[in-house]
Each structure stands twice: as structure tokens, then as C-alpha cells.
């Protein structure tokens, strides 16, 4: 995979979660703004899976692909099923809840490069 | 009228979000493994699916109100406990041939300790919880 995407990804969900921790401390439910932080990190799942189907393409796909497609899929669905489980939430644990969901974004990141280095060459 | 412990509110919802979090991850990831090595290792792959299920009925436990869904979580939640801290001391310091790939194998190592800690916060929410809907 471009190792470039993948870090951006990373850096932009932490970056977003630290933010999220910080709301949570200073007592703050989850608002817009956090909505479209939130949308921001999804575009940025988005801009990765177009890049990973450009990679199966061009390079073939990896040993485990159904691992692969299976992590492609979860990354994509975390954060809105999180930003839905959040805004019912009218207190700053729904805030909590965007960080353990932005959280998981780095965890899936680095499982799809290893299952794509995996590819050997 | 006693009212029934809200266990999907406050901090328990972030706790359901971890839980769901665990949910997918563990039954994913022995969904695979029976899927595609089940004749290498039965027993741990069908132990795998079960903490999945595990995880899968404490996070619909414990988004759901009601008294019934309260006695379930309990329940989840202990058996998770007795699960990670079984699996992990005979993933740890037994038998050398139990493989690895359970997510409460060596006490959840590979997933940060989280499946470790998890059950204690789960235990700690549903006695708060109880506590707050009788006073």
C-alpha cells in the first residue's frame, strides 16, 4: 500500500481522537464541528480504499484478500455507526465514544499494511 | 416501581462502543479461521468464536434497557472474565502447543490488554448503574 496515505490516515484519526479526549475533559457533548471532524478522518478511509483498489488492480491482490476486503469494509463503517451511537448521547461520554471510534481507525490502518505486505515482493 | 439500571447511558456508552468494538474483531477473526484452518486447531478456533459471541451479547446487553438485558450483561461479563483469565494463564503459562490466536490468549497481550481490563470496567459500570437506579 502507499505507505503516504496510510500515515496521513493514522496522523489525522489520532490527531482527531486527541481532540475528541480534550472535548471529553473540558465536558463537551459531541457537536457539529465534531461531526465533521469526524467526516474528515472518513474521507480520508475513503481516499485509502480508492487507493487500495487501485493497488489490487495495478499489483494483484494479497494472500488474505478477503482479510484485506473484510478491514477495507470495517474502516469505512466505524466512524458512522460511532458518530450515530455518539449524537444520541447528550453528554460528553458521546464525545467519548467519536475517540474510541477514531481509535480503532489506526489499529485497522496497520493491519492493512501488514496484510498487504504479506504480498511478498 | 424500582426502576430498571440504565446501562447504556453516560460513561456505559462508550463501554457498549468498546464492547461492539470487540464484538466484530473477535468474531471476525475466528470467523476466518474456521473458515479457512479449522482442521489446524479445533479448539482454539471454536474458543475464539465463542468470546466472540461473548463480546456480542455483552455489547447487545448492555445497549439495551430492562432488567432482563441488565442479568444478561452480568452474566456476559462474568463469563468474559472467567474466559480472558483462563485462557490467558493457560496461554501464558501452560501448555506450549495452545496457540496464540485468541483474542484473550497471554491476557488479551495482542490487543493492548484491553480484553483484560474490559470485564473489570464492565463489572464496575453495572454495579454503578444498579446503584443509581435504586437511590
Redesign the interface.
Same mark, same amino acid.
Do not use: D, F, K
Given at each position: 500500500m502507499v505507505d503516504v496515505v496510510a500515515w496521513l490516515v493514522i496522523a489525522v484519526s489520532l490527531a482527531y481522537a486527541a481532540w475528541c479526549l480534550y472535548a471529553l475533559v473540558r465536558n463537551q457533548i459531541p457537536r457539529e464541528p465534531h461531526v465533521i471532524g469526524a467526516a474528515v478522518v472518513e474521507l480520508l478511509l475513503i481516499v485509502q480504499l480508492v487507493v487500495a483498489l487501485i493497488m489490487l488492480a495495478v499489483r494483484g491482490a494479497p494472500d488474505q484478500l $478477503?482479510?484485506f476486503v =473484510?478491514y477495507l469494509v470495517?474502516s469505512l463503517l466505524?466512524l458512522p455507526? $460511532?458518530v450515530f451511537? =455518539?449524537l444520541a448521547?447528550k453528554?460528553r461520554?458521546?464525545t467519548?465514544?467519536l475517540?474510541?471510534?477514531s481509535l480503532?481507525v489506526p489499529v485497522v490502518v496497520v493491519r492493512l499494511q501488514q496484510l498487504w505486505d504479506g504480498v511478498g515482493g | 416501581m424500582a426502576e430498571a439500571p440504565a446501562t447504556n447511558?453516560?460513561?456505559?456508552?462508550?463501554l457498549?462502543?468498546?464492547y461492539?468494538?470487540f464484538a466484530?474483531a473477535a468474531t471476525?477473526r475466528s470467523g476466518?479461521q474456521i473458515a479457512t484452518r479449522f482442521d489446524e486447531a479445533p479448539v482454539p478456533f471454536l474458543l475464539s468464536a465463542f468470546a466472540g459471541v461473548v463480546y456480542l451479547v455483552a455489547t447487545v446487553a448492555l445497549a439495551r434497557p430492562g432488567p432482563t438485558a441488565y442479568r444478561v450483561a452480568v452474566t456476559a461479563v462474568l463469563v468474559e472474565l472467567a474466559g480472558v483469565l483462563i485462557v490467558g494463564a493457560v496461554t501464558a503459562f501452560g501448555a506450549g502447543d495452545f496457540p496464540r490466536d485468541t483474542v484473550w490468549s497471554d491476557f488479551g497481550r495482542g490487543y493492548g490488554f484491553i480484553p483484560l481490563v474490559l470485564p473489570f470496567v464492565g463489572l464496575w459500570w453495572l454495579r454503578r448503574s444498579a446503584s443509581s437506579a435504586r437511590s
Open positions: $478477503g482479510v =473484510a470495517v466505524v455507526l $460511532g451511537w =455518539a448521547e453528554s461520554w458521546g467519548g465514544v475517540m474510541v471510534a480503532s | 447511558t453516560g460513561p456505559g456508552r462508550v457498549v462502543a468498546v461492539a468494538l466484530v471476525a476466518y
